[in-house]
């Protein structure tokens, strides 16, 4: 991913953490239910976890280790 992608990206994290990480995992994964608890609770650590999640957590090595129901 381009440097202008990322740098948007976090942007977006800083400003509404929730929608950082939808952008980046999806609207229906782990992160993004745990970015938005925290974002309720508290807006600092929303963007913490959305941070975290958008620099730091790649989702094509997470969405590989889950095992598949056929």
Known sequence: MG???TFCEILIAILLPPLGVCLRHGCCSVEFCICLVLT???YI????????????????????????LD
């Open 45 to 68: 650590p929303g963007i913490i976890y959305a941070l975290y999640a958008v620099a730091c957590l790649h989702p094509d090595r997470i969405r590989g280790d889950y095992y598949q």
């Open 40 to 42: 309720i609770l508290g």
């Open 3 to 5: 440097g202008c992608a």
